[in-house]
């Protein structure tokens, strides 16, 4: 693990001071490789969170240029970039508020081609993508190089949320074997709404990373920010999962992913 500098420690000294995480799991986060996809209102948030938490390198990977009706919602931009590639802005933004850091700003989506070597580079991944094609092909790079992975999507006022750890969970196929009919631009959303589910997303990076708490693992958060009505579900396993059912981790793999990821 990398050693933090008295500028690090004094940046991160009210989360060292929690009990349970101290000096060591902030070294944790200073050595590990954050990817995170999608980079708007979701993945941009999550990103914010975890940069200040000081996770020590960021990949953010997002295609496509920022758009007006973003600005609701993603509060890593500034109204002077719209029309240009958003997740340039991001890793601008971020480096302002935590030059401690190392951010790469990927713009690109997720593609068969580029899928596994984001992913080899990663400790954990953050799938925040806006399409199930993209959200599949991060769930199958992650589950080929046994990388850990915190899954998140909202629609409207509902949102979801869960860790994958192949091999220990559910994957992303077997808990949507038939993927939604669902059009990005199709449904309303608040900024606040994407911003809570963003903070527990990042929370839940955190807690894998560190050790810290008890993570979503087989456990699937549902949210209805309308009604502030929160459920945990238990996803199904499935045995004959096209991409997770042939793998397998002794208990011993299974902590020395959790907890210490980097």
Same mark, same amino acid.
């Given at each position: ?11 991160? +000294? ?17 050595? @590990? ?39 609701? +919602? ?54 925040? @993508? ?102 945990? +579900? ?29």
């Amino acid at each position: 693990m990398l050693n933090l500098t008295p500028t690090e420690l004094e940046r991160y +000294r009210r989360q060292i001071m929690l009990p349970g995480f101290g000096e060591e799991a902030q070294q944790q986060l200073k050595s @590990a490789t954050a990817l995170v996809t999608g980079v708007g209102g979701l993945g941009g948030t999550a990103a914010l969170y975890l940069a200040v938490a000081g996770v020590g390198r960021l990949l953010l990977v997002r295609g496509g240029e920022l758009r007006l009706d973003d600005m609701n +919602r993603q509060i890593l931009m500034t109204h002077d970039w719209v029309g240009k590639p958003r997740v340039y802005k991001a890793k601008e933004t971020l480096e302002g508020i935590n030059p401690d850091i190392e951010i790469e700003a990927i713009a690109e989506y997720i593609t068969p081609e580029n899928a596994d070597g984001l992913v080899q580079q990663a400790d954990i991944a953050l799938d925040c @993508a806006h399409n199930f094609d993209e959200r599949d092909l991060l769930n199958a790079a992650c589950v080929r190089w046994r990388k850990p992975m915190v899954e998140a999507a909202m629609n409207g006022m509902e949102a979801y949320l869960t860790t994958i750890v192949p091999g220990v969970t559910p994957c992303l196929s077997c808990l949507f074997p038939e993927k939604p009919n669902w059009d990005r631009r199709g449904f309303g959303v608040l900024g606040a709404v994407s911003g809570t589910l963003a903070c527990l997303t990042a929370l839940e990076a955190i807690k894998l990373l560190t050790g810290l708490g008890k993570p979503l693992l087989s456990e699937l958060l549902t949210m209805d920010l309308s009604s502030m009505e929160f459920a945990k +579900r238990r996803p199904y396993h499935d045995p004959d999962c096209p991409v997770c059912g042939n793998i397998s981790l002794t208990q011993q793999s299974v902590t020395s992913l959790v907890g210490h990821c980097s």
